[in-house]
């Protein structure tokens, strides 16, 4: 029970400008059922003023129909109120619109300066070179690995590759004067033997 009476309540997202706009809407649909109210009954008030000069009561005709006069200025003044009620309402919700554009701006901005506090001029031009100098490096790599070097390289490469020629003799292998063991001959097996004498025979008796 503590708990549920010592919760504190949240804040309420309604604004004074919601509250200000409800209310403009319930007085201007007032205004619109009152409209519509007097419409109907200066209706009936006309078709009684037809009876009535059908009956011969002209004067009672005329005020009748003074009376409708009146009303129907009331009508006009209340769809001006009406109008007037509606506008309040769009200008209010189009200034909500603005706020919230310019509260959106704000945060923006706030991003923004601390982007840029955290990020000194010093530091970017810093940056911007050190990559300039790297990719111009990079170029550098590429070229030489690609063989496009300029004549200067290539006059600097012959110059050095001359220098080694000149500068060191290029020895052979000393050919060994030693004779090779010799290898001895496998041993002859016992069908070869006999396929041999085999063949001996043979050729003896051919003879």
Known sequence: MGNVFGRKSRPSRVTEQDRAILQLKQQRDKLKHYQKRVTL?????????KQLLKDGKKEKALVLLKKKRYQDQLLDKTENQISNLERM????????????????????????????????????????????????????????????????????????????TQ??????????????????????????RRLAKNKENREMLAA
């Open 41 to 49: 009954q200066l209706e009936k008030e006309r078709n009684l003023a």
């Open 89 to 164: 309402v769009q200008d209010i919700e189009f200034v909500q619109i603005e706020m919230k554009v310019i509260e959106g701006l704000k945060v923006g901005n706030d991003c923004l300066k601390s982007m840029h506090e955290a990020m000194s001029l010093e530091d970017v031009e810093r940056i911007m070179d050190e990559t300039q100098d790297a990719v111009e490096y990079q170029r550098q790599i590429d070229e030489m690995l690609s063989g496009s070097l300029t004549q200067e390289d290539e006059d600097a490469v012959l110059s050095e590759l001359e220098a080694i």
């Open 167 to 192: 500068g060191e003799d290029v020895e052979l292998p000393e050919v060994p004067t030693e004779l090779l063991p010799e290898v001895p001959e496998p041993a002859e097996t016992e069908p070869a």
